[in-house]
Structure formats: C-alpha cells, structure tokens
T-cell receptor, first 110, second 113 residues
Framework: GQQLNQSPQSMFIQEGEDVSMNCTSSSIFNTWLWYKQDPGEGPVLLIALYKAGELTSNGRLTAQFGITRKDSFLNISASIPSDVGIYFC??????????FGQGTTLQVKP | DVKVTQSSRYLVKRTGEKVFLECVQDMDHENMFWYRQDPGLGLRLIYFSYDVKMKEKGDIPEGYSVSREKKERFSLILESASTNQTSMYLCAGAPGLGTYEQYFGPGTRLTVT
C-alpha cells in the first residue's frame, strides 16, 4: 500500500538553529499537509499545500510542495523551545481519507 | 477557529466494560474520523463518516463501532474493552467537499486495566 516516509525520524538541535525535514512517497499527491503534535495533545494543522512547486510560509515555518508531487519539505527557522513536538506530513488517498507519515520528533535544547 | 472537542482527556476503564468516546465539532463539517495513536505505529484510522448515519470502516475497525446521529457528533464505542485497546484516541473533523484538511481534537488517553 501507499506509504509516506518522513526523514529524519528524530532531531535534537540547539535553540536558534534552523531545521529541515522531508516527506516522500512512491505515489503522486495533489495536496500535502503538515501537522505538529505537542506532547499529550492532538495534531494541529500548520500548513496546507495544493500545487506542485508551491512554497508557503506560516511564521517561521516554510513548506514546499515538491515539483515531482511525490515529496514535500518543511523548514523551521531560528528554532525555539516551543517548537518541540512531532511533525507529521499527510496526503489524501481518496474519498477524504488521509495517509500520515510516521512523524519527525524534534527536540530543542535551550 | 475550528473547534473539535472530545469528552474526556483521560479515561481508565476495566476489561470488558463498554466505553463511549464522544467527539463534537462546531464547524458544520461533513466528515468526521476516529484514529488511534500508538508509539511506533503512527496514526491509524478506525472509522470515518461522511454524513449523518453513515459510517465506513477504516484500517483497524475490529473491536470498535461508531455512531453519528447528528452532524456535529461522532461517537466511538468499545463494546467490550480489552487491554490492547489502551491507546490515545483522536477525533478529527473535515469540511469535505473536495478539501482534505482534517482538524483534530485534543485526544483521549484511554487506559484499560
């Protein structure tokens, strides 16, 4: 079946550093979604991408919809301690269902 | 802001009990979903619904049922709770109509002893 592969699985960085993570698929997607999950909470939608090549920002977060439509990237600039959490990518299968990546766990050292 | 609420943040139940997890959304969303989340297994879809009184099985429906009597409310039912149903349960709503964004509730951490 379809899978979304997120990389890296985890990151431990210093406060102030920039962060990059990506999500790849063997299938083409028409939409890419990025979520963040704080410990003990539900995922929160960060960014939605609808068009190949699209670059969208939300504060210090920037996400890109890959040209091949098989990948997407999320960057966080100047990380802060509250960026800690799990970041998930997701893409639609059909009839409204989503497939999720396994997540990238981010830890930030003050 | 979209608001999805879940009836309990933490729940402890005994094996064999019938368990109801309630989810309410306030954005008139067509679609609603129930997931469970376990370490190393990610988010797994249990059931979803496109409309009132409609339901579809997700990837792991065994041991669960759902009810959607009103558009804003989607209930997950564990008919006879077992220890392997100890998990984080997440409800989500989505507008449907060609959009795919799902909006999650805060989750219910269920422990079955």
């Amino acid at each position: 079946g379809q899978q979304l592969n997120q990389s890296p699985q985890s990151m431990f960085i210093q406060e102030g550093e920039d962060v990059s993570m990506n999500c790849t698929s063997s299938s083409i997607f028409n939409t890419w979604l990025w979520y963040k999950q704080d410990p003990g909470e539900g995922p929160v939608l960060l960014i939605a991408l609808y068009k190949a090549g699209e670059l969208t920002s939300n504060g210090r977060l920037t996400a890109q919809f890959g040209i091949t439509r098989k990948d997407s990237f999320l960057n966080i600039s100047a990380s802060i301690p509250s960026d800690v959490g799990i970041y998930f990518c997701a893409g639609p299968l059909n009839t409204g269902k989503l497939i999720f990546g396994q997540g990238t766990t981010l830890q930030v050292k003050p | 802001d979209v608001k999805v609420t879940q009836s309990s943040r933490y729940l402890v139940k005994r094996t064999g009990e019938k368990v109801f997890l309630e989810c309410v959304q306030d954005m008139d969303h067509e679609n609603m979903f129930w997931y469970r989340q376990d370490p190393g297994l990610g988010l797994r879809l249990i059931y979803f619904s496109y409309d009132v009184k409609m339901k579809e099985k997700g990837d792991i429906p065994e041991g669960y049922s759902v009810s959607r009597e009103k558009k804003e409310r989607f209930s997950l039912i564990l008919e006879s709770a077992s220890t392997n149903q100890t998990s984080m349960y997440l409800c989500a709503g989505a507008p449907g109509l060609g959009t795919y964004e799902q909006y999650f509730g805060p989750g219910t951490r269920l422990t079955v002893t």
